[in-house]
Each structure stands twice: as structure tokens, then as C-alpha cells.
């Protein structure tokens, strides 16, 4: 890898280093204990009907618990921290999309919680048994912006959203008039017959921030806001075998996945020429650093807007330590812990933190938030 440091070489290594899957069953004995039988006599239920082809009969104490250690062990994740402050929503009785769209409003409105966010997953029905289909949520998040793209390929809003905003205006979906780089997209949901079903947001319900500087009033100008909450909805989660594949989950935002990959990523919003000019920086030349000045000052104003409402974000330097921290409790505990270096190094001054020296190694675990089964229809 040319150019690239030894340490970062090695990180970058570490990763690759294969180990032996997690059973499916260990988080068991974090639910009952090492010393009791009934861990044991519940994994027996829970591999019989497995051999039924049949999900996991998870208590709701498994599932809460299940769902918190699959947070930690999340390797893409720098906030785990707070695993254990996770709040489990047990909805698996539901498969039907209405039923689903009016659980994911609870979800976001008390996710929200006027600013102070809390961490919430909610978990709705898996498949009812092999071949057969589960509820699924085509949404990549809760909350997200349209991307409207035009004849010549360019795209009116966030292009990683493209794909979706076309399903939704063929299902019927009716576009603001005058659409905008900021247009919040609805929900389509599909039961277990896969016809996807529109649901439009119920109006007020995404906490919006909107975007500016603190020493740069012209800033306001550009029109940026962002939601609030990131609830990652196209993640199925695996327990004990079984995926459920709608079970929506959010954290907080660190202010670098807003500004410094949202908003200023090259097939995102793109947005650091545009700030460069409002700050009137020289973009003649890459050795001016004008990208980096600007990528600087988009990151202060995301972090100075969400302080202004009051909605709870966290700087990279915080997060850095606080998984640092993660690391020794872990350890402490036994633990090894997965983890993917590029996920979890931030992208904004990365040499500045602790987690860019730290090697880290991504391996199996159980359970875990996998990445969702391909969409055909998008």
C-alpha cells in the first residue's frame, strides 16, 4: 500500500486475520449465568425448533439482552460504550405494514425524546419458518432526504437515495412542488407477500437541525439542515440463528458522519466546494488545503447547530475515547472485541485520536447486525 504508515499497515492487517465463528448460543449464559442449567436448557428449545425450521423462540428477556450484546459487538460501531443502555422494543407480533409504520413513529418520536436521544431497537417478526418471507423496511434509515435524479445523471439531493426515491414516486409517492436537496422521504414497507406499501410521514414527526456557523453568517445561506436521529433500518439482526430482518436501531450521531461523510462525500452532497466559496477560500489549487479548511468548518458548524437545539451529537475526539474506554472494560471483562479500523477511525483528523494507533481485527460474532439481503426492486 503505498504511502500508507506501518501502524495503519498493520491495522489494516490485523483485520484480515480470520477466526473461529461465535456460537449462536454464548449470550445464553450472559442471560442466566455460567453456573445455571437453564442456559443450557433453553438453548435445547431453542436448536429444537431451530431443526423445525422454526424462528428462535426468544424470551423477551433474551431478546433485550440479545439485542444489547449485538450492539457490542458490533464492529462498525465507535459508540458501544453505552451498549448496556439500550432500550429493546419487543415487536414480533407484528408482520403487517401498518402496523409496522405506526411502531416505527412510536419508535422515532421516543428515540428523538426532544433532543436527548436514547437508544432504542425495535424488533418485529422474523420469516415465519425457511423459504418464506419476513416484514422488511426498504428504507436504509427512519429518516432520509430524497435524491431526485435528472435526465443528464445529476441528482437533486442525496444520491445515495436515489434508487428509493424513484420506487417511492412510482408507488405514488407526491414530491413536495417545489422539491428541494432536503425533501424528507417516506417509509415503504413490505409484509410477507413482498408488495411494498407507501407510507407517508406523519407531518412534524423528524427533528430537523438546521445547519450554521458560529462565525460565519452567511454560512445559513447554503439552505443545510439534518435530522436528529440516525435509526439504521435496513440492518437485519441475528440471534440465535434466526434474522429478523425489520428491527430498526438507533445510536446518535457523531458529528463527522454529518459533515464529513454526509455532506461533504464526493457521490453524496458534495458540498465542500460550495462551503470553500462561502468562505471564500482559493480552490485553485489543492495545496491551499481548502478542502481541508472547509471539511474544518462544516464539521464546527454541524457541532455548534446541534449544540444551539440541544440535540444530542457527540465530537470525534469523544467518541474516540470513549470507545478507548469501551476497549478496557471489555477487556477487563474477557472480551475480545471486533472491530473494523476503517469504520471506526473518524474521518475528520484521524492521527489526532487514540483509535488511529490502536490495531483492531474484525472476526465473527453472535449475535450481531449483519448487512440485509439484496433488494431486487431497487
Known sequence: MSGCPFHLQKSLETIEVPAEPASDYAFLA?????????AGLRRAVIEAARERGEPAPLTEREL?????????????????????????????????????????????????????????LTVFAPAAGKGRKGPRIWNQQLCGYAGYRASDGSVLGDPRNAALTAKALELGWSAP????????????????????????????????????????????ELGLRWYAVPAIADMRL?????????????????????????????DRYNLLPEVARCLGLDTRRARTLWQDRALVELNRAVLHSYERDQV??????????????????????????????????????????????????????????????????L
Open 30 to 38: 450472559e442471560v442466566y449465568g455460567t453456573d445455571s442449567d437453564e
Open 64 to 120: 433485550t439482552a440479545a439485542g444489547r450484546i449485538a450492539w457490542r459487538n458490533h464492529a462498525r460501531c465507535i459508540g458501544r460504550l453505552y451498549w448496556r443502555t439500550l432500550v429493546v422494543r419487543d415487536r414480533r407480533n407484528l408482520v403487517e405494514p401498518d402496523a409496522i409504520a405506526s411502531e416505527l413513529a412510536a419508535h422515532l418520536r421516543a428515540a428523538q425524546n426532544g433532543g436527548n436521544i436514547r437508544s432504542i
Open 177 to 220: 412542488a417545489q422539491r428541494s436537496a432536503f425533501d424528507l422521504l417516506p417509509w415503504i414497507l413490505s409484509g410477507p407477500d413482498g408488495r411494498p406499501h407507501l407510507f407517508p410521514l406523519p407531518e412534524d414527526l423528524v427533528q430537523e437541525v438546521v445547519i450554521e456557523h458560529p462565525d460565519h453568517p452567511g454560512f445559513a
Open 238 to 266: 441475528r440471534i440465535a440463528g434466526t434474522d429478523f430482518g425489520a428491527a430498526p436501531f438507533n445510536g446518535w450521531y457523531m458529528g463527522t458522519e454529518i459533515a464529513a461523510r454526509n455532506l461533504a462525500d464526493t
Open 312 to 377: 444530542k451529537l457527540v465530537d470525534h475526539h469523544t467518541a474516540s475515547e470513549e470507545f478507548m474506554h469501551f476497549l478496557q472494560l471489555e477487556r477487563k471483562a474477557g472480551r475480545e472485541v471486533s472491530a473494523r479500523w476503517d469504520w471506526i477511525v473518524p474521518p475528520l483528523s484521524p492521527a489526532t485520536t487514540r483509535v488511529f494507533h490502536t490495531p483492531m481485527r474484525e472476526f465473527p460474532v453472535s449475535p450481531d447486525f449483519l448487512a440485509a439481503e439484496p433488494n431486487p426492486a
